[in-house]
């Protein structure tokens, strides 16, 4: 399971983070122990621990079950079971979000990052044609809770030292890639493309390789 980190002054399905984060250790504790068959909480549980209402626990079943936190139990109509997404919210860890001068840092580190790998990591098979970021730091916050970049990647071309070596595969290569760049901060948030028109926009390219 992985480290989930939430931001304050941010609202997650219309509860502050610390509200968020409580109300799901509640709802996890609920099925500590339990076999999978039997591991799911009620509604009307969940009412009680996230401290809502009628109408409003409705709302926020339907958002949670959207977006991947809970799955409606086949087996008993009303009761949901919790999915690993939901344990991670529950063990969230809560920050201060990014300051804006602090990112622009971290652009600067990526593109150092990028630079490195491409002329230094000639084990690995891919290396990286651009870098793009996007998301809230393409808005005028002067704190983001994200730092979001797309990464265009490539097949490297063999060269002398390699050609004879032992090179990662394209799969390996891209993990060892995506796994230094979130090592630069916990606020960075990864992802691999081929392609740069697939990223969602606006976009910034912040680290260019070549035409590509």
Not at 10 to 19: A, C, T, V
Not at 57 to 81: F, N, T, W
Request: hydrophobic share 45%; with cysteine; net charge positive.
């Amino acid at each position: 399971m992985k480290v989930r980190t939430l931001v304050t002054q941010r609202l997650y399905f219309g509860l502050d983070p610390f509200q968020l984060r409580t109300a799901a250790g509640r709802a996890a504790a609920r099925v500590v122990g339990l076999p999978p068959d039997r591991a799911r909480v009620s509604a009307v549980n969940l009412r009680q621990d996230f401290a809502v209402d009628t109408i409003g626990c409705q709302a926020l079943m339907s958002d949670l079950v959207s977006e991947g936190l809970i799955k409606p139990a086949l087996e008993q109509h009303g009761d949901y079971r919790l999915t690993e997404r939901f344990l991670e919210f529950a063990a969230a860890r809560v920050v201060e979000p990014l300051p804006r001068s602090r990112a622009k840092q971290l652009l600067g580190d990526a593109c150092d990052l990028a630079l490195h790998i491409n002329e230094e990591w000639l084990h690995n098979r891919v290396e990286i044609a651009a870098i793009a970021t996007y998301g809230e730091y393409m808005s005028r916050d002067d704190k983001i809770a994200d730092l979001k970049f797309g990464i265009v990647v490539r097949s490297r071309e063999p060269t002398w030292r390699t050609r004879f070596g032992r090179m990662t595969t394209k799969a390996q290569g891209a993990h060892e890639i995506r796994g230094a760049f979130r090592e630069l901060s916990t606020f960075i948030r990864v992802r691999l493309v081929t392609e740069m028109a697939v990223l969602p926009r606006p976009f910034s390219v912040i680290y260019q390789l070549d035409h590509t």
